[in-house]
């Protein structure tokens, strides 16, 4: 079912409005939710109701149809669609100025007046579709996980290795696991050995959990390294890892790790 469009009727002539009236009556998806018989009125009615058009006289005896419009745009109010109405043609090209839905001439000529609801239902149905589309967006924008609720956090991608004549990058994927000793942590690549200034614990938090993993208080493995691994003794896990060397978990960090091998099942 269609949305009813909410209209309001404007016009100081009440036999005016009763003909708006009947002409609507054969298009029922606009409901005629107001009615004024000038400008202060309408003014009103505007600021403090939701309306998606409105039928509005020009010419009326305190405020026009065009100055109605100017204040509620002053005010900061969103205009609804604006069909104007009046037997003064002169009026156009502010009515127009103000991005007027239509223009109908008095008196009202029924195949004119059924080319402009068309047009109304037509300009309705396009900002009800972006209102709806600005809405999903911005729930999509605030909805956790989805994309767009948050950056991505930021992961560390190498490490930096410092010597007495040189510092060099690591790059995090060449390491095969990280070994906390007394005074930082070591470096395991397929080559080398590199002694860094840091806890394992502050290095855990910066690596990817998607491609490293805690094993052990002493020891973070990187998976995309492990060549074959196997139950030991305890519940405890074997690693053996690209460079040859074999790591081994401790049973507390065995939630970790069984969820890890879950991917695999």
Known sequence: MSTPIRTLLVDDEPLARGLVRELL????????????????????????????VVFLDVQMPDLDGVQVLQRLRAAG???????????????AVAAFGLHAVDYLL??????????????????????????????????????PGRPGSAPPPEYQD????????????VPATEVCYLEATGSGVLLHTARATHPVRA????????????????????YVI????????KSWTHGEYLFRMTNGQHVSSARSYNAGIQQFLKRFA
Do not use: M
Request: charged share 20%; net charge negative.
């Open 77 to 91: 109010h969103p205009l609804p669609l604006v069909v104007f109405v009046t037997a003064y043609d002169q009026y």
């Open 199 to 218: 806890t394992l614990g502050q290095l855990a938090e910066r690596l990817d959990p998607a491609h490293f993993l805690r094993i052990h208080r002493s």
């Open 158 to 169: 190498r490490f930096v290795v410092k010597q007495p004549e040189r510092q060099f990058f």
């Open 222 to 229: 990187n998976t995309s390294h492990i060549v074959e691994f």
């Open 25 to 52: 009556a054969d298009f029922p998806r606009l409901t005629v939710a107001g009615e004024c018989q000038n400008g202060t009125e309408a003014l009103a009615a505007l600021q403090a109701g939701a309306y998606d």
């Open 106 to 143: 008095k008196p009202l000529d029924p195949d004119r007046f059924t080319e402009c609801v068309d047009r109304v239902q037509q300009q309705v149905t396009q900002r009800q579709t972006q209102t709806l589309n600005a809405d999903l967006a911005a729930l999509l924008q605030a909805w």
